[in-house]
Nanobody
């Protein structure tokens, strides 16, 4: 089992920045990727960014150039630095972990991001 705890959400004005953190614990040796999804109001959950254990990153087109994902292996923590935030980034952000010993993803509890115009 892998446990994920997110933090760092909140309210920010358009153009501002937030940094989300996701601390992992448990069987983290089985994890290949960690990253973030988000669920915008009235929409399905969508991919935001991921990072592999080797440091390879991927981003959704909608956040490229504005968001940056990074990892701290010593702290078993993944970060999502979100810059130039827009009102359309408002939603619930979920950390996930992709383990090679389990088909389903592990999910955190979610953290809310609100960007005011």
């Amino acid at each position: 089992q892998v446990q994920l705890v997110e933090s760092g959400g909140g309210l920010v004005q358009a153009g501002g920045s937030l940094r989300l953190s996701c601390a992992a614990s448990g069987s983290i040796g089985s994890v290949n990727y960690m990253g973030w999804y988000r669920q915008l109001p009235g929409k399905l959950r969508e991919f935001v960014a991921s990072i592999s254990t080797g440091g390879t990153t991927k981003y959704a087109d909608s956040v490229k150039g504005r968001f940056s994902i990074s990892g701290d292996n010593a702290q078993n923590t993944v970060y999502l630095q979100m810059n130039s935030l827009k009102p359309e980034d408002t939603g619930d952000y979920y950390c996930y972990a992709d383990s090679r010993v389990r088909v389903d993803l592990y999910w955190g509890q979610g953290t809310q991001v609100t960007v005011s115009s």
